[in-house]
């Protein structure tokens, strides 16, 4: 069974174009669905796969999709095709493979496409990822050692590449506080384990 790919998309450029577009999504036009099947409503239609939600915005249009696998630009090179005044800005993730990435398609052609790791994603795009980070970056250094001293990094499993920011911080003599974390990311461990050997050896 194909794991679900959810799709985000960005809809930008004539204002004509836009309000005909959404209008047709909103409708569910067989004239555009038919052509387009992405944009089937999933619960309207009963379907696994399509739309789940839509927007019109004061300067674009937003959809979220669900997929199998990853979004096919083909499908999306089409619609510029018919809306060739129209750009549109595509980001997916699958979790469950790793799989995270991005298009843009405008005039009937792809000009932008590219694969990122889980860690690039969240960097852009996960709200509480930069906000956790940036909090372990810039708390008080005796609030950080309180609370990081003590953070189970099981927590969530996104956070853990979020070690590294940990180790970072840390300053070299309070590298032993840490000595029985463990570390989820091979990266952070790496670095960890580094930093206390040369610290053991310099005392």
Request: negative net charge; aromatic residues 12%.
């Given at each position: 069974?194909?794991?679900?790919?959810?799709?985000?998309?960005?809809?930008?450029?004539?204002k004509a174009s836009l309000d005909e577009l959404y209008d047709m999504i909103?409708?569910?036009?067989?004239?555009?669905?038919?052509?387009?099947?992405?944009?089937?409503?999933?619960?309207?239609?009963?379907?696994?796969?399509?739309?789940?939600?839509?927007?019109?915005?004061?300067?674009?249009?937003?959809?979220?999709?669900?997929?199998?696998?990853?979004?096919?630009?083909?499908?999306?090179?089409?619609?510029?095709?018919?809306?060739?005044?129209?750009?549109?800005?595509?980001?997916?993730?699958?979790?469950?493979?790793?799989?995270?990435?991005?298009?843009?398609?405008?005039?009937?052609?792809?000009?932008?496409?590219?694969?990122?790791?889980?860690?690039?994603?969240?960097?852009?795009?996960?709200?509480?990822?930069?906000?956790?980070?940036?909090?372990?970056?810039?708390?008080?250094?005796?609030?950080?050692?309180?609370?990081?001293?003590?953070?189970?990094?099981?927590?969530?499993?996104?956070?853990?590449?979020?070690?590294?920011?940990?180790?970072?911080?840390?300053?070299?003599?309070?590298?032993?506080?840490?000595?029985?974390?463990?570390?989820?990311?091979?990266?952070?461990?790496?670095?960890?384990?580094?930093?206390?050997?040369?610290?053991?050896?310099?005392?």
């Amino acid at each position: 069974m194909a794991n679900i790919c959810t799709v985000y998309t960005t809809i930008t450029g004539d204002k004509a174009s836009l309000d005909e577009l959404y209008d047709m999504i909103h409708a569910q036009s067989n004239m555009l669905t038919r052509k387009h099947p992405m944009l089937l409503d999933a619960e309207t239609h009963k379907i696994e796969f399509g739309l789940c939600c839509h927007q019109r915005n004061a300067d674009d249009i937003t959809l979220t999709q669900s997929c199998r696998w990853s979004p096919r630009k083909e499908d999306y090179i089409d619609l510029s095709d018919d809306y060739p005044m129209l750009t549109i800005i595509v980001t997916y993730e699958e979790s469950a493979n790793q799989l995270y990435g991005g298009f843009m398609v405008t005039g009937g052609s792809c000009t932008e496409s590219y694969e990122i790791t889980e860690e690039q994603w969240l960097e852009r795009h996960d709200d509480d990822y930069r906000a956790e980070k940036k909090r372990i970056e810039e708390l008080p250094y005796e609030e950080f050692l309180e609370e990081y001293t003590e953070w189970d990094v099981y927590d969530d499993p996104k956070y853990a590449y979020l070690g590294k920011a940990i180790v970072k911080r840390i300053k070299d003599t309070d590298l032993p506080l840490f000595i029985n974390v463990e570390w989820m990311n091979d990266e952070a461990d790496r670095q960890y384990k580094n930093r206390y050997s040369v610290q053991q050896e310099a005392l």
